[in-house]
Antibody, heavy 118, light 110 residues
Framework: QVQLVESGGGVVQPGGSLRLSCAASGFTFSISGMHWVRQAPGKGLEWVAFIPYGGDNEYFAESVKGRFTISRDNSKNTVYLQMNSLRPEDTAVYYC???????????WGQGTLVTVSS | QSVLTQPPSVSAAPGQKVTISCSGSSSNIGNNYVSWYQQLPGTAPKVLIYDSNKRPSGIPDRFSGSKSGTSATLGITGLQTGDEADYYCGTWDSSLSAGVFGGGTKLTVL
């Protein structure tokens, strides 16, 4: 069965950096696109980023463009979210999700909490 | 302000039917698949509908999805107290080249 396990969350000061990881298993990772979606406390879902299975043409939400990068290591079945210049409004639970063809987050991980605070 | 518009809340009695609407535009719902997600309190979202009207294995047929033009609808029949959750629609926006979600709808089963 598909399993996605996020890690790397924590408390960071404004302006700081953090790298999230998402370890995947139970499916052929190398041919699957991957998403990151976040949810601020008490708020709705916000799509953050997508990387196709080939690792090219990454896509980002306007709110994180230029600050976040997404990458993948198919040899490790892992997708990453590098977050730089973090702001308090980036505080959220970050979920990774396996794509269903058509840019649809399908299987979701349990999430990892990122708190940006001084 | 979400790109997709959902009602903030809906409610109905156990056993009844409810529909949740999701309104968008030609750049998103009008030309892309819609997914629907259920999020129970304190848990990760779970997909209920994908490709606008398909159910993953294990999702009961009480849940259905449809799409017409630039709007999509989630239907839930035979409501149960366990259906109380937040429901989100999502799709791709071809103009933004980004994923988009609705603001979410809180379902209360009275």
């Amino acid at each position: 069965q598909v399993q996605l396990v996020e890690s790397g969350g924590g408390v960071v000061q404004p302006g700081g950096s953090l790298r999230l990881s998402c370890a995947a298993s139970g499916f052929t990772f190398s041919i699957s696109g991957m998403h990151w979606v976040r949810q601020a406390p008490g708020k709705g879902l916000e799509w953050v980023a997508f990387i196709p299975y080939g690792g090219d043409n990454e896509y980002f939400a306007e709110s994180v463009k230029g600050r976040f990068t997404i990458s993948r290591d198919n040899s490790k079945n892992t997708v990453y979210l590098q977050m730089n210049s973090l702001r308090p409004e980036d505080t959220a639970v970050y979920y990774c999700a396996k794509d269903k063809a058509g840019y649809q987050p399908y299987n979701w991980g349990q999430g990892t909490l990122v708190t940006v605070s001084s | 302000q979400s790109v997709l518009t959902q009602p903030p809340s809906v409610s109905a009695a156990p056993g009844q039917k409810v529909t949740i609407s999701c309104s968008g535009s030609s750049s998103n719902i009008g030309n892309n698949y819609v997914s629907w997600y259920q999020q129970l309190p304190g848990t990760a979202p779970k997909v209920l509908i994908y490709d606008s009207n398909k159910r993953p294995s294990g999702i009961p047929d009480r849940f259905s999805g449809s799409k017409s033009g630039t709007s999509a609808t989630l239907g839930i029949t035979g409501l149960q107290t366990g259906d109380e959750a937040d429901y989100y629609c999502g799709t791709w926006d071809s103009s933004l080249s980004a994923g988009v979600f609705g603001g979410g709808t809180k379902l209360t089963v009275l």
